[in-house]
């Protein structure tokens, strides 16, 4: 078994094995590690596990360095899913193998695979982030049925108020934007650029999507969609807090659900949270199926893992000072910030 690092010529295949992996994701694709140079100006490296010249296992990394977060190869950076993807134990641990000897040739302080399910890799396990998926009965009027009370009243409240859904492509990017900005700043998040969400759709596998709510032709709501396979894939969403629209939300998730009921997908990945947090409790609402996403590390001696959690003291207080930071100086600063947090 051989491991090499792909070049350009190497793409076709590349892209060709992660069409007929069931285990590969979206983020496995070529293209995403692509975005994220053009976007971020990370390197990206595509290690390959072949068998006279066949592909047999892929591991995808983006190389990330951060005078806080220290110089890490992660799989996949912005995303919830990546990791070693192979056909067999010997190509696995190839994979293993020659990220190892990458990690310590570049001189890197961690890896990070974002396996999602469970496996043997024997490095550091966390499982601080749960991913919500909610599995599509055969009918909007059969999921309706399974929500709350609460929420079926909130639904109808939107629609009484005169809230209207509507799906677009990259031209909806200028409602979805400043939609998404302010709720970033709002949770103290630096926001992503506006020209990732342009590379993602540029890039994307032609089957991206905004959904947007409005009433009256003001914008109160809008999320990204995009498919693999059968599952619609949910990553970024937000809705405004106007006074009067407060239920924009809950309205936005269910135009997004019925939709996906009518196009008979199988279900709809509403992203990753964690369990706990006021994100988790609101897409619980929704019937979701929780998986644990398990996430590998690799550390080089005295290395730590950055502590990007809630409780952190130092994290918390950075959420607090950025979230009354004026919309403007977010908004400025915000790309420069997040390019270093995988």
Known sequence: MKVIVCQDQERLAWDSYVEF??????????????????????????????????????????????????????????????????????AREALVSAVIALALELRADRIELRQGAPCDLPWVCTTAKVGME?????????????????????????????????????????????????NMRNHGTPVYPRRWFEKFFLHGSGQTRILSVCAGGVPLGAGIATVHRRTLEWPWSAASKRTGYR???????????????????????????????????????????EKPLHWYHWLSNGTKLPELRPENPRFHWATQVWRHLPLAVANRLGPHVVRSIP
């Not at 639904?155 to 302010?182: C, D, M, N, Q, T």
């Not at 706990?276 to 019937?287: A, D, L, P, S, V």
Request: aromatic fraction near 12%; proline fraction near 4%; glycine fraction near 12%.
């Open 21 to 90: 992996s069931v285990e590969a994701s979206q983020y496995h694709r070529w293209a995403y590690g692509q975005a994220i140079e053009e976007t971020f100006g990370h390197r990206a490296y595509r290690l390959a596990a072949a068998d006279n010249g066949e592909i047999r296992g892929i591991l995808p990394l983006v190389r990330m360095r951060s005078h806080v977060f220290g110089d890490a190869l992660i799989s996949m950076p912005f995303a919830s899913h990546g990791g070693i993807v192979a056909d067999t134990p010997d």
């Open 134 to 182: 909610v599995p599509l009965p055969g009918s909007a009027e059969e999921l309706w049925n399974r929500l709350s009370s609460g929420t079926r009243n909130k639904i109808r409240s939107a629609r009484k108020g005169g809230l209207r859904a509507e799906w677009g492509g990259v031209e909806l990017l200028g409602i979805f934007y400043p939609i998404f900005a302010e």
């Open 247 to 289: 239920n924009a939300g809950v309205f936005l998730y269910w135009s997004l659900l019925a939709w996906a009921i009518d196009h008979r997908f199988d279900c709809v990945d509403l992203g990753r949270c964690t369990r706990g947090g006021g994100t988790y409790e609101f897409k619980r609402q929704w019937g979701c199926s």
